[in-house]
């Protein structure tokens, strides 16, 4: 009789850890409510004297061929100097299923980016090559930058 009493135990303990790491990977999506100015201002404080400018729209969409009305809000930075590669863009979707079309446009810019600077500015090439893309729930962060760590970390702060 103690052992099945015992067994039981076992079960309902098994079922109910099972049951609160459902809801705990159910529940943590990622992502943010916040509007995309509450999480790109934070990120620009971090920004190097003269390392990006604040872009628009349509610029996003030439580099990036992101169409903006399939977003709740882009913020996209970029460097004037062609020779420099720095850029981050964030985006805030109204789907996040979306995210993955959104990383892939990423990710063909990055290589674009590489062949055209591999042979003669691999500085660039090699900050290309350290490019932080990262999707939470419905935002993905893109940055190439000098200090992209530190882009990336006040971003996380920001969510």
Same mark, same amino acid.
Request: hydrophobic share 40%; proline share 1%.
């Given at each position: #009789?103690? #052992?099945?009493?015992?067994?039981?135990?076992?079960?309902?303990?098994?079922?109910?850890?099972?049951? !609160?790491?459902?809801?705990?990977?159910?529940?943590?999506?990622? +992502?943010? %409510?916040?509007?995309? &100015?509450?999480?790109?201002?934070?990120?620009?404080?971090?920004?190097? %004297? /003269?390392? #990006?400018?604040?872009?628009?729209?349509? &610029?996003?969409?030439?580099? !990036? +061929?992101?169409?903006?009305?399939?977003?709740? +809000?882009?913020?996209?930075?970029?460097?004037?100097?062609?020779? &420099?590669?720095?850029? #981050?863009?964030?985006?805030?979707?109204? &789907?996040? /299923?979306?995210?993955?079309?959104?990383?892939?446009?990423?990710?063909?810019?990055?290589?674009?980016?590489? @062949?055209?600077?591999?042979?003669?500015?691999?500085?660039?090439?090699?900050?290309?090559? /350290?490019?932080?893309?990262?999707?939470?729930? @419905?935002?993905?962060?893109?940055?190439?930058?000098? @200090?992209? /760590?530190?882009?990336?970390?006040?971003?996380?702060?920001?969510?």
């Amino acid at each position: #009789m103690r #052992m099945r009493n015992y067994i039981i135990c076992e079960i309902l303990c098994v079922l109910a850890l099972t049951g !609160f790491i459902w809801f705990l990977c159910t529940t943590r999506a990622g +992502g943010t %409510q916040k509007s995309i &100015d509450e999480v790109s201002s934070p990120v620009e404080t971090c920004f190097a %004297q /003269d390392q #990006m400018i604040k872009k628009t729209h349509a &610029d996003a969409y030439q580099a !990036f +061929g992101i169409d903006v009305s399939d977003t709740e +809000g882009l913020s996209y930075y970029a460097n004037e100097n062609v020779m &420099d590669v720095s850029e #981050m863009l964030i985006i805030k979707l109204k &789907d996040k /299923d979306d995210a993955k079309a959104y990383k892939e446009a990423i990710e063909t810019r990055i290589e674009e980016r590489k @062949n055209l600077y591999k042979d003669y500015a691999p500085e660039q090439y090699a900050l290309l090559c /350290d490019s932080i893309v990262n999707i939470s729930g @419905n935002t993905v962060f893109y940055c190439t930058a000098k @200090n992209a /760590d530190e882009l990336y970390e006040a971003y996380k702060k920001a969510l």
